[in-house]
């Protein structure tokens, strides 16, 4: 499967008039690509989506040339953006639970790609007496921060009526 990423690697950069390289590693699980170019924004884009898009555009050419029963998920960074979007998520993760600890009130975070997402919920999932959820569609999908206690209303739950004793 190596041999053929390289092949639509080296198509699809060369139809983008990028001048640069790339290295590929193979790990149990998928195959991470590392890219290195002068024009790393124009493969990256805002917030990462052309990045986001070029890597869905990769895995959907390797699958359909290896097969399914062949492929493994590529991973694509450019100019470590991704791994160092990583940190700063993480980071700024435990901040926003730290906001919510001192606060008590939910924090609502602006839109993320859903592997942006995943990194915040797993540093919130670590934080004791927090919890994080995803919201809305598309776009627009983000994530809602609160303490384990509240609802996504802001509000303390409290058991049904009829759940409490009379």
């Known amino acids: 499967m190596e041999e053929q990423l390289g092949e639509v690697l080296d198509n699809l950069l060369g139809m983008l008039l990028l001048e640069g390289s790339y290295d590929i590693e193979e790990a149990d699980e998928n195959f991470t690509v590392s890219i290195e170019t002068k024009d790393a924004g124009r493969l990256i884009g805002a917030r990462g989506e ?22 493994k998920r590529v991973v694509i960074d450019v100019e470590g953006w991704k791994k160092n979007k990583h940190e700063e998520l993480v980071t700024s993760a435990e ?14 975070i602006e839109p993320q790609s ?13 934080m004791e007496g927090l919890e994080s959820e995803s919201v809305g569609e598309g776009r627009d999908r983000h994530i809602v921060i609160k303490l384990k206690s509240q609802n996504s209303n802001g509000k303390t739950e409290e058991p049904d009526a009829e759940t409490k004793e009379s």
């Open 95 to 108: 901040s926003w639970g730290k906001q919510v600890l001192e606060s008590g009130k939910p924090l609502e």
């Open 114 to 126: 859903s592997w942006q997402r995943r990194i915040v919920h797993m540093t919130i999932q670590e």
């Open 50 to 71: 052309s990045l986001d898009s070029l890597q869905l555009l990769v895995n959907q050419m390797v699958a359909r040339k290896v097969g399914e029963d062949n492929f």
